[in-house]
């Protein structure tokens, strides 16, 4: 099954419970304080969900017919569809995704109040059937907004890192770091100019770039490659691969950049002199079609050259990358990959997203011993066509 139906079928399954559960308590509550409407209610209720599931069932019908390559999502630019079924589909699912841990706890909240105290039974029911209905008004309005946010802006996120005897001629040096930039049907236009924008906004001492230049195919790497040979002029523009830059084409993707200045690290080092210090970028290559094994990758690490900051550079930030780099005494690991979970749930504070299944370290800083590790959220989407509590992003660090 192509990725692009198995992810919102995928998660059309896993969200099935939580839909019939949601929808039976709220389609209660509103019964409950409105019984002359029971039945509009119920058939209002179970029309708007079926509405926003249908479209894995239309990908399975096209699927079944043999007809998946005529489905809206392969198109290249965005249609009438996607703001109709695919749009509201994601939308829906975290609704109800974010409104599930309220949900559960107001059902313990109601048990325990039952077994442990007088309180009066119908007043206590129509409390919470009026607060199941306010939760579920206030989060759909709150996560079509949030989404919409996340998913169209780009912010730069600055870092301070502190490098203990860092010599005078590297202090304040600054890195600007961007992975996933995923240009494809979502990514494009204003979003790109923006990027554009606050890329010419920062002066870098070095630009660093951790691959993923498409989404898929060859229609937008003419668009990818021009945004990233924006970048003009720069000595030190360097770039690792990404899991679509292979599975697109090395000679497509990666060396249009090479051309134009980029130089493209593929389990090598490079030593850059900048005032009189020697600053070490080793770029790995760790992607599911092409990955390091540890016996090379303790092997080039522990052969790497001296170097007044070391920093590794890897499209997927994996535990055995982290580990070597931390116990080789490197001073900064740079990934991407995890697109910050793209669309991340935050029950009671928590991160919830299924990048953390895969890679543990999935967005933001992280402190390994005395590494310091940084996972960007990149700019473009995978799988799904919105960011939530994952915004866009490019990294500056300023060394200290």
Known sequence: MPWNIFVPF????????PYIYVGWRLTRSLSSLFPDSIKYIRYSVVTIFVFLNFMPVLFFFYSGLD??????????ELVLMDYLFNFPFWVGLIIIG??????????????????????????????MNILRIAIFGIMTFYVIIKSYIDTNRIRIKEYTEHIENLPDSLKDLEIVFVADLHIDRYTRGRKIEEFKQKIKSTNPDIFLFS?????????????????????????????CF???????????????????GWQILDNEHLLIEHNGSR??????????????SRGNLERLLTTAPEADIKI???????????????????????????HGGQIVFLPMGFKLTPARFENRLFSGYYRIDDMTAVVSNGIGLTATPLRYNAPAEIIKIVLK
């Open 242 to 260: 990404g899991d679509h830059d292979f599975w697109t084409g090395i000679n497509e993707t990666l060396v249009p950049l090479q051309q134009n």
């Open 98 to 127: 974010e409104i599930l841990t309220y949900y559960i706890l107001i059902e313990i909240i109601q048990l325990i109040s039952g077994k442990v105290s007088n309180t009066d039974s119908a007043r206590l029911s129509r409390t």
């Open 10 to 17: 995928s998660a059309f399954l896993a969200g099935i419970i």
């Open 312 to 338: 590794l550079l890897v499209h997927q930030p994996a535990d055995m990358v982290i580990e070597a780099a931390a116990d080789k005494g490197y001073d900064i690991l740079l990934g991407g990959h995890s």
């Open 279 to 292: 600053i070490l970028i080793t770029g790995i290559t760790y992607i599911y079609s092409r990955r390091i």
């Open 67 to 76: 007809r998946t390559g005529q489905l809206f999502v392969y198109k290249h």
């Open 211 to 239: 691959g993923d230049m498409v989404s898929r195919g060859d229609y937008f790497i003419s668009d990818a490659v021009e945004t990233l040979n924006f970048i003009e002029n720069h000595p030190s523009k360097i770039a």
